[in-house]
T-cell receptor, first 110, second 113 residues
Framework: DAKTTQPPSMDCAEGRAANLPCNHS???????VYWYRQIHSQGPQYIIH???NNETNEMASLIITEDRKSSTLILPHATLRDTAVYYC???????????FGTGTRLTVIP | DTAVSQTPKYLVTQMGNDKSIKCEQN?????MYWYKQDSKKFLKIMFS???????INETVPNRFSPKSPDKAHLNLHINSLELGDSAVYFC????????????FGSGTRLTVV
């Protein structure tokens, strides 16, 4: 079962930054934090992952607290196409299963 | 080119029938998966498979069986379909040791009537 907790839903104005929090207070030292999203009627899509350092790629930034018990996914300039369910998952190194929780439904509002 | 492709995209069938869903990946990944997303939108792993090991989620009925003719394919066979099998089924793949996540297919919506 998923070991992360996320708010069930959030709204964000188009063009503003969307900050999606995730609590993973039981994360262990060899577990990474992964973020995926699922746009309506599509398969989940990988966004970003990190261990303890903050990460940035072309899609998003990931901020991980120093104690690694929580993280925030940042979409710097949300667009309508970013409306989706966002999943935060902790994954053990070498593990071959992703356990999805209920995620956060982000709605970007025009 | 689609990285992970599933066919068919939609499947409507009667209770008691046997059906298959095909999945192919052209990424050279060594592990493939099947996930089920029910009407409440929960995504649950059913199987993971590479050329060494098949891992089955113990909650999956034995009417479901994955079959892999080669490394690039993992098909899902379902016998004696039941109404509760109606869901969207997603195939995915990953490369062992890679840090860049899973790649998912676009899903097969199965409706049992």
């Amino acid at each position: 079962d998923a070991k992360t907790t996320q708010p069930p839903s959030m709204d964000c104005a188009e063009g503003r930054a969307a900050n999606l929090p995730c609590n993973h207070s039981t994360i262990s030292g060899n577990e990474y934090v992964y973020w995926y999203r699922q746009i309506h009627s599509q398969g989940p899509q990988y966004i970003i992952h990190g261990l303890k350092n903050n990460e940035t790629n072309e899609m998003a930034s990931l901020i991980i607290t120093e104690d690694r018990k929580s993280s925030t996914l940042i979409l710097p300039h949300a667009t309508l196409r970013d409306t989706a369910v966002y999943y935060c998952i902790d994954v053990q190194t070498g593990a071959n299963n992703l356990f999805f929780g209920t995620g956060t439904r982000l709605t970007v509002i025009p | 080119d689609t990285a992970v492709s599933q066919t068919p995209k939609y499947l409507v069938t009667q209770m008691g029938n046997d059906k298959s869903i095909k999945c192919e990946q052209n990424l050279g990944h060594d592990t493939m998966y099947w996930y089920k997303q029910d009407s409440k939108k929960f995504l649950k792993i059913m199987f993971s498979y590479n050329n060494k090991e098949l891992i089955i989620n113990e909650t999956v009925p034995n009417r479901f069986s994955p079959k892999s003719p080669d490394k690039a394919h993992l098909n899902l066979h379902i016998n004696s379909l039941e109404l509760g099998d109606s869901a969207v089924y997603f195939c995915a793949s990953s490369q062992e040791g890679s840090m860049y996540g899973y790649t998912f297919g676009s899903g097969t919506r199965l409706t049992v009537v």
